[in-house]
């Protein structure tokens, strides 16, 4: 089955207690790309990955990185998380940027 | 990199036809529409996508006018189930970033 698995679902940290969440496509997309979902904003762009070893910034990078050694996974790190990432985050691939991406199913942070 | 603007939100009753249109003024010349449904705590996921004139599938069919500036994404009959946010999204095959709006938040009543 096609899917974008990510992990944890749930996670409530403290602030700057470096946290990774996981994603992982069984497609062979090339593109990935993290989002961030806040009451009222939408969907934004974090960072996004063409292709293996090749990453940029979104909309908003800020306090965020991401790595793509290899194509299946595309790691969300926050070295020092703050209370202002307490969001819903979204991963999603694609074949090529702008054709139909699957999502994952969301993971809610809470940064306390 | 194209901007989309769309009502915030949309009320409809079961059975009616409903059309949500989507302004994107600075779409470029390489640039795709694509639309977006996504239920409470979901991942959004894919509904339509085209690039000129009509595109039509089994849940939806999307317009665009010939200077593509707008798309209005209709949705025939809907149901109770049809409640959710609709995201239009504009962008190339290769572009890099994607850019969502924020949304039109549609509600089906009974």
């Known amino acids: 089955e096609a899917q974008v698995t990510q992990n944890p679902r749930y996670l409530i940290t403290v602030t700057g207690k470096k946290l990774t969440v996981t994603c992982s496509q069984n497609?062979?997309?090339?593109?990935m790309s993290w989002y961030r979902q806040d009451p009222g904003l939408g969907l934004r762009q974090i960072y996004y990955s063409m292709n293996v070893e090749v990453t940029d910034k979104g909309d908003v990078p800020e306090g965020y990185k991401v790595s793509r050694k290899e194509k299946r996974n595309f790691p969300l790190i926050l070295e020092s998380p703050s209370p202002n990432q307490t969001s819903l985050y979204f991963c999603?691939?694609?074949?090529?940027?702008?054709?139909?991406?699957?999502f994952g199913q969301g993971t809610r942070l809470t940064v306390v | 990199l194209a901007k989309t603007t769309q009502p915030i939100s949309m009320d409809s009753y079961e059975g009616q036809e409903v059309n949500i249109t989507c302004s994107h003024n600075?779409?470029?010349?390489?640039?795709?529409i694509t639309w977006y449904q996504q239920f409470p705590s979901q991942g959004p996921r894919f509904i339509i996508q085209g690039y000129k004139t009509k595109v039509t599938n089994e849940v939806a069919s999307l317009f665009i006018p010939a200077d593509r500036k707008s798309s209005t994404l209709s949705l025939p009959r809907v149901s109770l189930s049809d409640t959710a946010v609709y995201y239009c999204l504009v962008g190339g095959h290769n572009t890099d970033k994607l850019i969502f709006g924020t949304g039109t938040r549609l509600q089906v009543f009974p």
């Open positions: 497609m062979n997309h090339e593109y």
């Open positions: 999603a691939s694609s074949l090529k940027a702008g054709i139909e991406a699957f």
């Open positions: 600075n779409i470029a010349t390489n640039d795709y």
